[in-house]
């Protein structure tokens, strides 16, 4: 039998946690109480509340959790307003696994790996940080920088204090935007922080944040020598179909759902400037 | 190859119509679109070009494609597909064939759309040679003979009948069942048309555009061109070229509350319109200039790129008939397709 790729699989809310005033995270499985499909990090998927819309979003968890998948989601929207208003136990529907992944099996393998995020962009990374955490003999060193506007906005703290923060061979910094009672840690934008963090620019660096700190943080890195070839980012554009059909997240001859949401820097460079 | 008298061609329609469905050109309030065949209706097998190509046959304007049923916290995904009937698309040009190749490449590709694969199985495709190419029409310029479409079964027509000549095993198991109609002969009479029909498609108007600027390695020469400011400038969005364009296949999927639940559908959508790309947070193209550069781009650049240099324009001339604006696709070939242009 063909696979079915508009029509989705029923996936049920085992789990809601609140990350930060506008962002949620939530645990999905199949009816059947297992996990819905296999991915690869930077993978996305659709979900949908049927008489509300589809969206795609990038799936948090990491391949190497075999119970459940986890979408941590912003409200921003018409749809991601009702996921929001979803208590455990109801039903959505989740269709995927879509796009090309990080390339955790390839060009990863072996490298010291630097992860830059900003507010929501954690969202894609903590999949592949995870992964990288789960086979961590695969890999080099591990850094990861990460800042939000606040305190308060900074998404699934509590497994970056517990678990991220004590890993071997894995430092983490953390950055706000603007000083806050009860932060002692470091304040200031993203770009900026990388650059006064004199980073080794013989890592493999992975960008996920809006792309005005994507921007910015890309031309820091430049100046400290990294290359081109090895910085990584997602891009997000409107989707409905998920298999470069329905032609919304066409740029240049690249579909971002099929032949993205990850792509080399350079490979951005080839497109025209219209993401 | 056969033949069969013109007036008889009501009785051919007849027979195909008692084994399977019969899609044909039928005149309607004066316009010409394709349409289930019913005794006494006026099939126009004549005019050109049918106001809306036949996509439709396998993309139709709307579509559902699942209901949701809800019952407490319990929801129901419901297939809301039927068998497909066989049925047989009659009449068709050979740019509008040539566009459903293009549709295939899109819908086909792996993962396969099965709505649209379902429907391109159950058809056969009767094509019909033009004889009368109007000054609208470029499909020489994409390598299209107007002469001899493929399909199944290719078509000629001339005052006195109907020649029938069968291309594929779907076209032979056709013939099959209307052979008795049929006499033998009317190669001469088709060579005939087709020497004369060549003669008016190499004068006209556009027979010579140069499309030789449009290469993959000049993608972002192009995009960048100034002069699409100026090509655009008198767009309206209004999205009648990519309706009425038998390759233009993007689609909208979207929810409908009923009584009996929802009903996910997808439906043409065009990238024409300011909210094709726009989400929560923005969008990428906010102004018309980008939307208008964007589908001339991606039928005469980036579709090629990734389909081995195939356009994803057939010539069919139907935006340059119906823009309201008199914009068009020739104009853009003029415009930044290579200096023979000129």
Not at chain 2, 135 to 152: K, L, M, N, R, Y
Request: proline residues 5%.
């Amino acid at each position: 039998m063909t696979k079915e790729t508009l029509i989705p699989k029923i996936g049920v809310v085992t789990d809601i946690r609140k990350d930060t005033p506008d962002v949620k995270t939530f645990r999905v499985v199949g009816t059947d109480g297992k996990k819905l499909f296999q991915h690869m990090p930077g993978q996305c998927a659709m979900v949908s509340i049927p008489g509300v819309g589809e969206c795609m979003f990038s799936i948090t968890s990491s391949p190497t959790n075999e119970e459940y998948m986890e979408f941590s989601i912003k409200k921003c929207g018409c749809v991601t307003e009702v996921i929001h208003a979803l208590e455990v136990g109801a039903q959505i529907t989740v269709r995927g696994p879509y796009g090309k992944n990080f390339p955790v099996e390839e060009d990863f393998k072996g490298k010291d790996l630097l992860f830059i995020a900003g507010g929501i962009g954690l969202a894609p990374l903590r999949s592949v940080i995870n992964y990288v955490r789960h086979y961590r003999s695969n890999y080099g060193k591990v850094v990861i920088v990460y800042g939000a506007r606040s305190k308060d906005d900074l998404v699934d703290i509590e497994e970056i204090q517990t678990e991220w923060m004590n890993e071997p061979n894995m430092e983490v910094y953390l950055t706000i935007d603007r000083p806050q009672e009860g932060w002692d840690g470091h304040v200031g934008f993203v770009p900026a922080y990388v650059k006064e963090l004199g980073l080794d620019p013989n890592m493999t660096a992975v960008l996920c944040g809006p792309p005005i700190m994507i921007k910015f943080t890309l031309a820091g890195l430049l100046e400290l020598g990294f290359e081109k070839s090895r910085v990584y980012t997602t891009l997000e554009l409107r989707m409905k179909c998920g298999v470069g059909k329905c032609g919304r997240c066409n740029v240049g001859d690249k579909f971002v759902c099929k032949d993205g949401p990850v792509f080399r820097m350079t490979e951005l460079d080839e497109l025209p400037d219209e993401y | 190859m056969f033949k069969i008298a013109k007036e008889r061609l009501n009785e051919l329609y007849a027979k195909i119509n008692g084994q399977m469905g019969l899609f044909i050109p039928v005149k309607k309030a004066g316009e010409v679109n394709y349409e289930v065949w019913r005794e006494g209706k006026e099939v126009s097998l004549e005019t050109l070009k049918t106001v809306k190509s036949p996509k439709n046959m396998f993309f139709p304007q709307t579509e559902n494609m699942m209901k949701f049923k809800t019952e407490g916290k319990n929801l129901e995904i419901i297939d809301v597909r039927g068998e497909k009937r066989p049925f047989v698309l009659f009449g068709v040009k050979a740019c509008d064939y040539k566009a459903i190749e293009v549709l295939d490449k899109v819908f086909l590709a792996d993962p396969v759309d099965t709505y649209y694969q379902s429907r391109r199985n159950a058809t056969t495709i009767v094509t019909l040679a033009c004889s009368k190419p109007e000054e609208s029409c470029f499909c020489s310029v994409f390598g299209i003979d107007a002469t001899a479409p493929q399909g199944d079964v290719t078509t000629w027509l001339d005052g006195e009948n109907l020649y029938w000549q069968a291309n594929t095993e779907k076209g032979e198991t056709l013939t099959a069942l209307v052979k008795d109609l049929f006499a033998e002969g009317g190669e001469a009479e088709v060579e005939a048309q087709q020497t004369a029909t060549k003669t008016i498609i190499d004068s006209l108007p556009f027979a010579n555009l140069d499309l030789s600027k449009f290469k993959p390695e000049n993608l972002n020469e192009l995009f960048n061109a100034a002069e699409w400011q100026e090509m655009s400038e008198a767009c309206l969005g209004c999205g009648t070229c990519t309706f009425v364009c038998p390759t233009c296949q993007c689609f909208d999927i979207r929810d409908f509350k009923t009584n009996e639940g929802v009903i996910r559908y997808r439906c043409w959508d065009s990238c024409m319109y300011s909210d094709f790309t726009l989400m929560a947070h923005g969008n990428s193209r906010t102004t018309q200039m980008q939307r208008f550069r964007q589908r001339f781009m991606h039928k005469l650049v980036y579709y090629p790129s990734q389909n081995d240099g195939l356009y994803s324009c057939v010539g069919c001339g139907r935006c340059v008939n119906k823009c309201p604006q008199r914009l068009n696709i020739v104009k853009v070939i003029k415009t930044l397709g290579g200096k023979d242009n000129d």
